[in-house]
């Protein structure tokens, strides 16, 4: 219906020149008018050009003082002709009301405020405020000093009308003819295509914005510490398995049975497989005896060790874990090697905004004949020499300026962080 209105008034008139006054002539709503206009003037069947008028309208609090009046003839229509305390008057009003009331009141010098009465100083009051408001929302002029007072008020705000002015443009027509988007077989083998008239590819037009895989900023860091490694000569060790004996994770470091950190309170133990069946006999009878009652210049620790202790299956709380495997592998049939590792271990911890029940941890070991303390002096300065800004910091968190942990490891981790973070950093 709109769209009819336009063409056909075109067809017979130069110009429409103000689409609000159109649709107000035509009982149309203005925006669906808007809609055709913006929709015709693509299509080149109509040229538009923007109009904008700003006008004044009434804030919310200028319509609840249209409707009920305002303050201070509410204040004024409270008082009782005989006057009233303040007491009265106070639970007559509500409290805003009450405070801009007196406010209007005293100084039009329509009330006599005591310490405890409130008294009329005139017989009669009229609303000028709820008279210019009711003007304001019918659309007449108000003059210029009476909007000054209003807009000091805050019970009027600027409002911008936008709309259009109308001609013909270069393909107009009195009715709009569709255009086909897509050449069908149906048109083909009934011919129809001679005819069909095609839009127009729009070859400016954006396409759907390509998305791609974004690298986690703890991946990032991690693969940082990684480039150290492989630069210094290390070689990664397997750590793909998080679930670990006691006895990798615990007995075969000579940690004694009975040690605290082996209590639920801080490791998580598996219900099912609760045990592990697999470990090398006569490692675990070597590692008894050292706990039992010594070696290797150990004392030991002088109590029964217990093989169900080392059976218990866990998540591993370190990766030191994975050292002692590859320790013992390596002894089988020894070769110089260094190692590192990185990757997630897990503890029985109370989560806040620093904690979590699992983290990251970096470990690396050098196994060679004649190694001194100095070696071990060289490769930390090395080491520490190839972090650069990382070395006093929280990593992962200060470099991505995040405060809780939680935004950044598990699953409620923004995913918009991730794709506005930078791509690399250079420096380390």
């Not at 019970?155 to 050449?183: E, F, H, M, N």
């Not at 990684?226 to 075969?252: H, K, V, Y």
């Not at 002894?331 to 806040?352: G, H, L, W």
């Not at 972090?387 to 409620?412: A, C, E, Q, S, W």
Request: aromatic content about 10%; glycine content about 8%; proline content about 4%.
């Amino acid at each position: 219906m709109a769209e009819e209105a336009v063409l056909g008034y075109l067809e017979k008139n130069e110009e429409i020149s103000d689409s609000g006054k159109f649709a107000d002539e035509k009982g149309i709503s203005h925006d669906e008018i808007v809609n055709v206009i913006k929709s015709l003037n693509g299509f080149q069947l109509v040229d538009a050009q923007d109009i904008k008028r700003e006008r004044w309208g009434l804030t919310k609090e200028g319509e609840t003082y249209a409707g009920a009046g305002s303050p201070e003839v509410q204040l004024y229509l409270a008082i009782p002709p005989e006057g009233t305390t303040r007491e009265e008057l106070q639970k007559k009003l509500d409290p805003s009301i009450f405070k801009i009331g007196c406010q209007q009141a005293i100084k039009n010098k329509w009330i006599e405020m005591g310490k405890s009465q409130v008294s009329r100083k005139v017989q009669h009051v009229d609303d000028r405020v709820r008279d210019l408001l009711m003007q304001i929302q019918n659309g007449e002029a108000v003059n210029a000093e009476d909007i000054d007072a209003l807009k000091k008020r805050k019970l009027i705000s600027p409002l911008i009308w936008k709309g259009y002015s109308i001609k013909k443009g270069p393909k107009y027509a009195p009715k709009r003819k569709k255009v086909a988007t897509d050449l069908t077989r149906e048109n083909l083998l009934r011919g129809d295509w001679r005819e069909l008239e095609f839009k127009e590819y729009n070859f400016l037009a954006k396409g759907q914005p390509t998305e791609g895989g974004c690298l986690h900023p703890l991946l990032k860091v991690r693969r940082q510490m990684q480039m150290i490694f492989l630069q210094m000569g290390f070689e990664e060790m397997p750590t793909n398995n998080f679930i670990e004996s006691s006895f990798w994770n615990f007995d075969a470091l000579f940690q004694p049975q009975q040690h605290p950190a082996r209590d639920s309170h801080d490791t998580f133990f598996l219900k099912e497989p609760s045990t592990t069946k697999m470990l090398p006999e006569d490692y675990v009878e070597r590692v008894k005896g050292v706990h039992e009652s010594g070696g290797y210049g150990s004392r030991g620790y002088g109590y029964e060790w217990k093989r169900e202790e080392a059976n218990k299956n866990i998540l591993r709380t370190h990766t030191t874990a994975v050292s002692s495997r590859m320790l013992y592998a390596l002894a089988q049939d020894f070769t110089p090697k260094k190692y590192y590792s990185i990757d997630r271990v897990f503890r029985n911890e109370a989560v806040d905004r620093t904690h979590l029940a699992e983290f990251h941890q970096i470990e690396g070991l050098i196994c060679d004949h004649g190694l001194t303390l100095g070696h071990l002096i060289g490769v930390l300065e090395d080491f520490f020499s190839r972090l650069g800004d990382l070395v006093d910091m929280k990593p992962t968190m200060i470099l991505y300026g995040i405060d809780n942990i939680r935004d950044l490891f598990g699953h409620k981790v923004d995913l918009g962080l991730i794709k506005r973070n930078p791509l690399c950093r250079l420096g380390l």
